[in-house]
């Protein structure tokens, strides 16, 4: 089921403790889109249903990564895409918006995701993996 637009930016605006729901969508969209370059097939499809339309075009036509980041590259990538951005910030940012998808995506749907990505994504998405 997909998330509402609004209920979606909200969680992500209270998350990110963000002073107004276009901060809540700048990072969302970055995040999103270093996002997609990381998934491929089904996976990526089935995250992207779970999302409003506009995240889900941005998750599909993600910003082209030559390789799979690693957290903390992601991370910097993110910082290096929204203006003003630390590092510490921009995970900041990264927490807010993953966990918030993670609750779209469902526990089934994430471990999918989790086996896609570099390792220590789960932290990322606020969902720390048993090892």
Not at 50 to 75: G, K, M, T
Not at 92 to 118: C, F, H, R, Y
Request: charged share 25%; glycine share 6%.
């Amino acid at each position: 089921m997909t998330v509402r637009r609004e209920a979606f930016l909200d969680r992500v605006k209270e998350r990110g403790e963000y002073d107004t729901l276009q901060e809540a969508e700048r990072a969302a969209r970055v995040v999103l889109a270093l996002l997609g370059a990381h998934l491929v097939g089904e996976v990526r499809a089935r995250l992207a249903a779970c999302l409003p339309e506009d995240f889900a075009l941005i998750l599909l036509n993600p910003l082209q990564s030559a390789e799979p980041l690693s957290p903390e590259r992601f991370v910097r990538a993110t910082a290096a895409w929204i203006e003003g951005a630390t590092e510490q910030t921009a995970a900041w940012d990264v927490s807010a918006a993953l966990s918030t998808v993670a609750d779209a995506a469902g526990d089934n749907l994430l471990k999918e995701i989790l086996l896609q990505l570099p390792a220590g994504y789960d932290l990322l998405f606020g969902r720390p993996q048993p090892t």
